[in-house]
């Protein structure tokens, strides 16, 4: 079992940046990557960034490219999102989540097997 746990969200202006956290407990020896996606009032969770937990190679979907930055602390089982230009569209509940062994995708939500309950990201315009 794995527990992750986000912070960070929150009401920001348009322009302004955010840093996500999640942080992993439980089962995380095994973690092959983490992500982030996102979920806004009556759309599908969507993929926003991925890395893999060795080596750090990272992914974006191309709505964040250039504004985003996902990290990770491999000591503290921690991903990071770091969120700047925030545009009214990023509007959404942000949810991490951990992949044991890889799938073959790292974009997909049945690619992912343990999600964090969600933080808020309201950005105004």
């Known amino acids: 079992q794995v527990q992750l746990v986000e912070s960070g969200g929150g009401l920001v202006q348009a322009g302004d940046s955010l840093r996500l956290s999640c942080a992993a407990s439980?089962?995380?020896?095994?973690?092959?990557?983490m992500c982030w996606f996102r979920q806004a009032p009556g759309k599908e969770r969507e993929f926003v960034a991925a890395i893999r937990w060795s080596g750090g190679t990272t992914y974006y979907a191309d709505s964040v490219k250039g504004r985003f930055t996902i990290s990770r602390d491999n000591a503290k089982n921690t991903v990071y999102l770091q969120m700047n230009s925030l545009k009214a569209e990023d509007t959404a509940v942000y949810y991490c989540?951990?992949?044991?062994?890889?799938?073959?995708?790292?974009?997909?939500?049945?690619?992912?097997?343990?999600w964090g309950q969600g933080t808020q990201v309201t950005v105004s315009s």
């Open positions: 439980g089962r995380t020896f095994t973690t092959y990557a």
């Open positions: 989540a951990v992949q044991w062994y890889y799938s073959g995708s790292l974009q997909g939500v049945f690619d992912y097997n343990y």
